[in-house]
């Protein structure tokens, strides 16, 4: 009952915002960080007592339930979730002159459809809650983007319109072959786990999910909708894009397409591997050749989310502790990233490198925590992101050296395009003189800063609390591996 | 020896205390915070050695807390001391005491000092996560660590793009050498399913399987790229671009030298692999050479001096390659002292330059600052190995292995005296056109006499310096028991001799007489450009990048799917054709559809 409240308490939240904004000016920051503060508590009172899930019948026809299912991974992203939701509220406090209530609203709107992603245990409800938070995030491309959000918006939209009909699909072929063989419709993960599936379907099958999640991770080639995306959005938009948006496609993976084809993706396993090879060393060389700092930043996601795919498809249990690890990490410094690019933006109104340079001498303070992110995003040991790319590395290799020896030269890309960033930004002659940071922003990039050293030095709560996610996926492996080796 | 953890806790407290109170501490302030912390770290170090050593030198595990939780072998984030860490440890936080102190007088006027000393103390926690670290891990950790340092310390002065560009240059040469260093840690971990550094050596015994081959083979590129070898060592005469302390505690006393112990620590594994030791013997020796040549033809003092620790570096990897472990360590020592104090001493110089580097304008300096000139003197004699000073055990000791080592022998040998009279022939290239003759530089400033913060640190350093060379270090229990070799004596003199030789001819060639001038003829600039590594790897690396990224900005992928776009509104736009609204058309079409139709279904039947 309470776990429903999870994607309750949001929408309600949003609403009240939206009224609230429209009596007093403002107020609507303040609303929408209360109430997901007390989401947070909401989350934490769930897992008080452990693993905790939810079913009612909904479409019974059907055999749709309304189930969610709260396990350590779900909380892991579900915390982060509305942690990054508020700092998206925090950085964009005073961004927002227009529609203020309705963009609270929207916000708050898709709070609660990444949240219902990563509780669904059906897969309906799953794909439901999968288009519900498109919506929000689109609009909030459309009306609060930059100068070319229409462009972006569209392509965003349609980019995974197209890729999860591909899912729908396989979706609905699953609940039939379901029934094919048990008399039953069921949508329910577990359930459609037990399915005995040919060789050649499942491949098929699993591709419809692959692609779907491949767009939104995103790997290259279907990657171009991101660096539009992203570098349009408003700079809430880019946080929750970047730090949670994307870790749904990475969810998808480990939640739908690895449990239920193992085989089959361990025969598809050298292509996604090798994509996510391409990804890191495209991405991070797409990323160098960007002179918009989002546009950078949002480059260098991709090849972040090159290692989680690379780790994923190796089926190794270091590999895949790297992609949590790196799903967690990612979702924190890339977020941290784009609020510094939307506090750069707030000051010079401008996102260009070319009209940056020398900030150091005017911001002090900003340059040493953008350095901070920046050197956690390009893998500096002692913060979390370096964890990941270790533990993703240690795994693949083991599995796949070639690839994995061309994904390790993602490490001197990263030196490249994070050094390009910093340096055009902040050093150099001064361009541009900009106002130091302020309390609220000095705050929350403090947090951050902390979390990333935290998570880098102790990654050991991720990992316990993911820990039977884990076991479950290997022993799905090892069953798979011990009738075919 | 439980008071280890704090020595690098030190600097790192002191570090986050000042970015804490940024723009709170007045000068004086920061200084008693950067130089204090490391005052106090060499007093514990010294402490930790006296216990270290009352103890037998036994090797001493301290486990902090639980890092890493890899399945198979769980990793601490743990210290390990054993003699070879423990030098490393009285060089970095001894050597590293000093630039300190001097620092504080050095950078006293700079508006940024605090952040000067940020970056400094940080340094110094990462060397020593470096040299202490007891796994790989935490090793690449310092590794990093240090790298972002120098990083942050080539480009202190960032309002310059020549500063930040060299910032940026080391940086990122360095992290191609991390790179492979990171991939050797994947080999060796699959295979030993550790990465705490005496398990892995513990397997050292056994048959080796061929991969570790290549895992050693990777090391040495990491070592390569961050001691400035061979070929990965053009950024490190841009690195001077940095203040002269960083110079010296940097990338001449500590980090640079890294890759040596790295090599040193790592050795067992590398003993079995006795190809890898000549190549890194050939690494070090053509390193030492080709650095020689090209300190002849710099004219910034900083510069003479980068090359010149790349060449004595590259007797260190000669001394590695010749397995003569001990020796490569206790050279890192020796020129730890020599190299540090030359480096001080060149800044002492380019301050009262008023921050001008070209050896040619200076000259004369015996008579101005005879008292810095003097420990430049004494610095160049230890380089050049002259014999009682520190130089000459280390270097003797070298050449001498590698006379007789399998994986060595007369060829590198050869070298390495070759180099001996290169360093030399550009030690007294510099002291003479510095030191004496004419003053190109205005000579009435009063001000030529130091304030004792200048000159008291570096009594140590030339203390050490000249008879560093007496310091025994026994390395038994981590190299195991070493032959000293005794050569003929013709053999260990010809070195001495040969030296002298250069130093004849640098008397000839650049002793500063009236009708003297540059020289700039073409091999000049060839060397002063360091033998064209820098031309070559902008032709074919930086510009390919460079290109591509200005090519490609827009994503050629991008264009599949605006192909895409292009062709629906393209077909939108034939397809609204048939709703125009004109009757016309509507009743050709159905007529014509009709007729097909029709005709369609005669036909078939």
Known sequence: MALSFLIWLPLIVGGLAWIMERQVKGSGNWVNLFGLFAVLIVVFYCWSNGMSELSWNWFTRFNIHFALLLDGLALILIVLTLLLAMLAVLVSWQDIQQNAGFFHFNLMFSVAGIVGVFLADDLFLFFLFWEVMLLPMTALILVWGHENRRYAAIKFFIFTQVSSLLMLVAIIALAILHQQQTGELSFRLAELQQLTLSPSTAYWLMLGFFIAFAVKLPSVPLHTWLPDAHTQAPTAGSVLLAGVLLKTGAYGLIRIVLPLFPAATIEFAPVAVTLGAISILYGALMAFSQTDFKRLVAYSSISHMGFVLLALFSWHELAIQGAILTLVAHGISSAALFSMAGMIQHRIHSRELGNMGGMWSSAPKMATVTLVFVMAGIGMPGMANFNGELYSLLGSYQVFPVQTSFAALGIIGSAIYGLHLFQNAFQGPANAEVADLNQRELTFTVLLVVGLVYFGLQPHILLDLTNANLMELLSVAAKVKGVSP | ?605
């Open chain 2, 1 to 605: 020896m439980d008071f280890l953890f704090v020595i690098p806790l030190l600097p790192l407290a002191s570090s986050l205390l000042m970015v804490l109170l940024a723009g709170k501490l007045t000068p004086k302030l920061v200084a008693l915070f950067g130089v204090g912390s490391m005052t106090i770290a060499a007093g514990l170090t010294l402490w930790v050695g006296i216990d270290f050593f009352t103890q037998g030198a036994v090797a001493f595990n301290q486990i902090l807390f639980n890092w890493l939780p890899l399945t198979s072998a769980p990793l601490n984030f743990a210290l390990y001391l054993d003699q070879l860490s423990m030098v490393m440890l009285g060089v970095v936080v001894g050597v590293g005491w000093l630039i300190h102190w001097y620092a504080a007088a050095y950078m006293y006027t700079d508006k940024d000092m605090q952040r000067f000393f940020v970056y400094m103390n940080l340094f110094v926690f990462a060397m020593l996560m470096l040299i202490l670290g007891d796994s790989l891990v935490l090793l690449y950790l310092g590794w990093e660590g240090v790298g972002l340092c120098s990083f942050l310390l080539i480009g202190f002065w960032q309002h310059q793009p020549e500063n930040a560009m060299a910032a940026k240059k080391a940086f990122i040469v360095t992290r191609v050498g991390d790179t492979a260093l990171m991939l050797g840690l994947l080999i060796l971990f699959l295979h030993f399913d550790s990465l705490t550094i005496q398990n892995i050596l513990s397997y050292s015994n056994t048959e080796l399987p061929d991969e570790i081959w290549w895992a050693c083979l990777l090391l040495v590129g990491g070592a390569v790229g961050k001691s400035a070898q061979l070929p990965l060592q053009t950024w490190l005469p841009d690195a001077m671009a940095g203040p002269t302390p960083v110079s010296a505690l940097i990338h001449a006393a500590t980090m640079v030298t890294a890759g040596v112990y790295l090599i040193a620590r790592m050795h067992p594994l590398f003993l079995q692999f006795e190809q890898i030791l000549t190549i890194v013997a050939w690494i070090g020796a053509l390193t030492l050479v080709l650095a020689g040549f090209a300190a002849l033809g710099q004219s910034d003092i900083k510069r003479v001096l980068a090359y010149s620790t790349m060449s004595q570096i590259g007797y260190m990897f000669l001394a590695l390659g010749a397995t003569a472990f001990d020796n490569a360590i206790f050279h890192l020592m020796t020129h730890a002292f020599f190299k540090a104090l030359l480096f001080l001493t060149a800044g002492s110089i380019i301050l009262k330059m008023h921050h001008e580097q070209n050896i040619f304008k200076m000259g004369g300096l015996f008579k101005s600052l005879p008292l810095t000139s003097s420990f430049l003197l004494i610095g160049l004699l230890a380089l050049v190995a002259m014999p009682g000073t520190s130089g000459f055990f280390s270097k003797e000791a070298i050449l001498a292995a590698t006379w007789q080592a399998q994986t060595a022998g007369p060829v590198l040998w050869g070298m390495g005296v070759l180099g001996a009279f290169l360093t030399s022939l550009y030690s007294f290239r510099l002291l003479f056109i510095v030191c004496f003759g004419e003053p190109h530089h205005p000579t009435d400033d009063k001000d030529y006499s130091f304030s004792s913060q200048f000159v008291v640190p570096l009594l140590p350093l030339v203390l050490l310096a000249l008879i560093g060379g007496f310091i025994h270090l026994n390395f038994s229990l981590v190299f195991g028991p070493t032959d000293h070799p005794h050569l003929p004596l013709w053999l260990e003199w010809l070195p001495v001799v040969i030296a002298a030789a250069g130093a004849a001819l640098a008397w000839i060639w650049y002793f500063p007489r009236p009708r003297s001038s540059e020289s700039s003829g073409g091999l000049n600039t060839f060397f002063e450009t360091g033998l064209g590594f820098d031309w070559f790897y902008d032709r074919v690396f930086v510009r390919l990048i460079q290109g591509f990224a200005s090519i490609n900005k827009n994503d050629v992928v991008d264009k599949f799917y605006l192909l895409l776009a292009w062709l629906n509104f393209r077909i939108n736009g034939y397809v609204v054709l048939t709703q125009n609204g004109r009757l016309r058309w509507y009743l050709l079409a159905t007529v014509a559809g009709g007729t097909l139709m029709l005709g369609g279904l005669l036909l078939w039947r």
